[in-house]
């Protein structure tokens, strides 16, 4: 199978309700969706993306209304979030409704629900009978794909279809919250920030992990890797090997050779940034250098937080399985 690329959301529509697992745009990364509801293709999704069945999905739903349809005991805060960054980058962690299958969500009583902020995507949902269960269409552990081009080139012979929307507009994946007595607790940074949420819910807890047992299974220190070795390290230190890329924020690092160097955002923007965070790290990922070099935003706060979070994830860790 070769992977059709295209923008016909009639056909989206088709293949999704045969069972077939496709490939979505929304504005973080682009998703490998199937219907929730078929054990199958969620199934599928598990195979395609070589994910192990203990991290489980997101589910993607057209839009605030359906949220009592998927979800119970939705906390009033809860409902304040989705309020104000529905269709967008927040994904609540809600105890689930018997519909949801346990296949989704891992065996988890709770289930990851997000409205994407893409017309395409939410036009597709808004014809489906069912939401779609999507993680990122990237082999796991590896860098989320934010175009059509990146899913084809990893996935393209497992799917039959990639609904292009074109280049993803946030570019790293969405802002993860959930609700511990009814607190709310980050679990993974994204570009929607913990200082708006706290705007929005006041008291909010920040528990971003990286054990092999979190309670969002996928934030494993190997997530959004490339396969070449990723070291953080500063602008003043000394590179002498020629066989290095370096991964920029704004300034080009001094000793490497420009072509070896990718610049996220001349201008210093954190959103600019974002958007071309992950392109960057494959094209440099495919240079085939012994290894790349990047530093951290200096500026740790607000969507930078996200961005460096990135980064680290990415960088070398002895104890990963790359
Ligand atoms: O921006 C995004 O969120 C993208 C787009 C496609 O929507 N999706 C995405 O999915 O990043 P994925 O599967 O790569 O990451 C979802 C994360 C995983 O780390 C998973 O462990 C966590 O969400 N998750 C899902 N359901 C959960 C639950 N019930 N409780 C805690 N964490 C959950
Ligand atoms: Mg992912």
């Known amino acids: 199978m070769k ?23 929304t504005e973080t990364v682009y998703g490998l969706a199937a219907n929730c509801f078929n054990l199958k293709a969620v199934a599928n999704v598990f195979k395609i993306k070589k994910r192990p069945n203990f991290d489980p999905l997101i589910v993607h739903i057209a839009g605030l209304q359906a949220i009592d349809r998927f979800a119970k005991n939705i906390p009033s805060n809860a409902r304040q979030l989705a309020e104000a960054f529905w269709p967008g980058p927040l994904t609540l962690v809600l105890p689930k409704q018997d519909i949801i299958p ?17 017309s395409m995507t939410l036009s597709l949902l808004s014809q489906l009978p069912f939401p779609l269960a999507a993680p990122s269409a990237n082999p796991f552990g590896y860098i989320s794909p934010t175009s059509a081009e990146h ?36 679990y993974r940074y994204g570009i929607i920030t913990p200082e708006q949420i706290k705007k929005v819910v006041g008291n909010t807890l ?42 920029a924020f704004s300034i080009p690092h001094p000793q490497i050779h420009p072509t070896n160097q990718v610049v996220l955002s001349e201008s210093g923007n954190v959103f600019e940034a974002a958007r071309n965070l992950y392109a960057a790290l494959r094209k440099l990922d495919n240079m085939n250098f012994s290894c790349i070099y990047t530093s951290l935003l200096e500026d740790e706060s607000g969507e930078a ?18």
Do not use: C, W
Request: aromatic share 6%; no cysteine.
């Open 206 to 247: 920040i528990r971003v992990h990286t054990s092999s047992n979190p309670q969002a299974p996928g934030m494993l220190h190997s997530h959004y890797a490339p396969r070449t070795p990723l070291f953080i390290t500063d602008l003043n230190t000394e590179i002498t090997n020629p066989n290095v890329g370096f991964l």
């Open 3 to 25: 992977a059709e690329t295209g923008q016909d959301i009639d056909k989206a529509a088709y293949l999704l309700s045969d069972g077939e697992v496709i490939a979505i745009p």
């Open 305 to 322: 937080t996200a961005i460096n979070d990135r980064l680290k994830r990415a960088s070398f860790q002895s104890d990963t399985h790359k």
């Open 102 to 118: 346990f296949e989704v969500t891992s065996g988890l009583d709770t289930v990851a629900l997000r409205v994407p902020k893409h």
């Open 151 to 186: 899913v084809f080139n990893q996935l393209g012979n497992d799917i039959p279809y990639i609904l292009d929307g074109g280049p993803a507009q946030i570019g790293i994946e969405s802002t993860i919250v959930g609700f511990e007595n009814e607190i709310p607790v980050i």
